[in-house]
């Protein structure tokens, strides 16, 4: 169980550095990489696995599909969640620790203590970070399809 | 004075000094959601008054934004700029409200640093405070224009 002092510390994290790289995140794939947005039905799915909790299941399913065999057409989805994979892996594996300096590392606790505390950490900084990419993400779609739409009235 | 007090105090002093333009996104968004889309506002409200974070606000405006094009029309009435409502809010919160913060956490005033944790989290609900009061005071002029609108019909 994270104590008040960790969750207010995440609330920080997130509205002074996640809010903003997830932001950072999305127009660097949308503007500059010129990748689609994530489809609704992928964001639906992926902040359904982020909101269950465990780290485990949400790092699973990122790597499935990273790794699964999209066709071209969908190559982009295959491009995002390989940049997901790499920010939440850069967040586990160093921030956390480092940067964030949300561990408690409190003398006495077993092994098993000690990873559930980091499964816990790991999966609401997740939970947040991809709660601001989706929102950026329908944000960038929408315009999109504004700017499509324009296009459209214009050339008739 | 307390520092609590303080606080209140400036929070306050804020809010009389952005009420115009809490007044003018107020009158943007009953022309963009009018009436019927009453309850996206009182939605707004309750994210803002029940928020732990400014960036649940900032995304609740975002997917509303992405999702009814309404939120992205623009206010005839503001020449200087084309943007829509929900962009138009969230600029105003996330870049001239967060200066408003600077101010009033600035050495002349409640002099909150930005270096430790605790002024972090300090200035982090003042934010928290300052958005609150804009929204309410964005919500009470949508309900307005709305109501002298539906009025000026039934007349």
């Known amino acids: 169980?994270?104590?008040?002092?960790?969750?207010?510390?995440?609330?920080?994290?997130?509205?002074?550095?996640?809010?903003?790289?997830?932001?950072?995140?999305?127009?660097?794939?949308?503007?500059?990489q010129d990748c689609d947005p994530l489809p609704a039905s992928q964001v639906a799915g992926l902040l359904s696995i982020?909101?269950?909790?465990?780290?485990?299941?949400?790092?699973?399913?990122?790597?499935?599909?990273?790794?699964?065999?999209?066709?071209?057409?969908?190559?982009?989805?295959?491009?995002?969640?390989?940049?997901?994979?790499?920010?939440?892996s850069l967040m586990q594996r160093k921030r956390l620790k480092e940067e964030f300096h949300l561990v408690t590392g409190e003398q006495g606790r077993s092994v098993s203590e000690a990873r559930q505390e980091l499964d816990e950490l790991m999966a609401l900084l997740a939970r947040?970070?991809?709660?601001?990419?989706?929102?950026?993400?329908?944000?960038?779609?929408?315009q999109l399809d504004d700017e499509r739409k324009k296009q459209r009235m214009s050339r008739r | 004075m307390n520092p609590e007090m303080k606080i209140i105090r400036e929070v306050n002093i804020q809010a009389e000094n952005f009420y115009g333009e809490a007044v003018k996104l107020g009158d943007?968004?009953?022309?963009?959601?009018?009436?019927?889309?009453?309850?996206?506002?009182t939605n707004l409200e309750n994210i803002a008054e029940s928020a732990f974070k400014a960036t649940d606000i900032f995304d609740y405006i975002k997917k509303q934004t992405a999702r009814f094009s309404y939120w992205r029309q623009p206010f005839p009435e503001n020449k200087a700029s084309n943007a829509g409502f929900g962009e138009s809010l969230k600029h105003y919160l996330e870049h001239?409200?967060?200066?408003?913060?600077?101010?009033?956490c600035g050495p002349k005033r409640l002099n909150i640093g930005d270096k430790t944790d605790e002024e972090k989290q300090e200035r982090r609900l003042i934010y928290l405070l300052l958005i609150r009061q804009f929204i309410r005071q964005?919500?009470?002029?949508?309900?307005?224009?709305?109501?002298?609108?539906s009025r000026k019909r039934e007349a």
Do not use: C
């Not at chain 1, 104590?3 to 920080?12: E, G, P, V």
């Not at chain 1, 996640?18 to 503007?31: C, T």
């Not at chain 1, 909790?53 to 990273?66: E, I």
């Open chain 1, 1 to 32: 169980m994270l104590s008040a002092a960790q969750l207010q510390k995440i609330w920080l994290l997130s509205d002074t550095v996640l809010y903003p790289e997830a932001v950072s995140f999305m127009r660097k794939l949308v503007q500059d």
């Open chain 1, 50 to 88: 982020a909101e269950s909790m465990k780290y485990d299941d949400l790092h699973r399913f990122v790597l499935h599909q990273r790794d699964r065999n999209w066709p071209p057409s969908k190559r982009d989805i295959k491009t995002f969640y390989t940049a997901l994979e790499e920010a939440l």
């Open chain 1, 128 to 142: 947040e970070f991809i709660q601001h990419l989706a929102a950026e993400n329908g944000l960038l779609a929408a």
């Open chain 2, 28 to 41: 943007h968004a009953a022309y963009a959601l009018k009436a019927p889309h009453r309850s996206q506002m």
């Open chain 2, 96 to 104: 001239d409200l967060k200066d408003k913060l600077a101010t009033i």
């Open chain 2, 138 to 149: 964005l919500v009470v002029e949508y309900e307005y224009q709305v109501s002298l609108g």
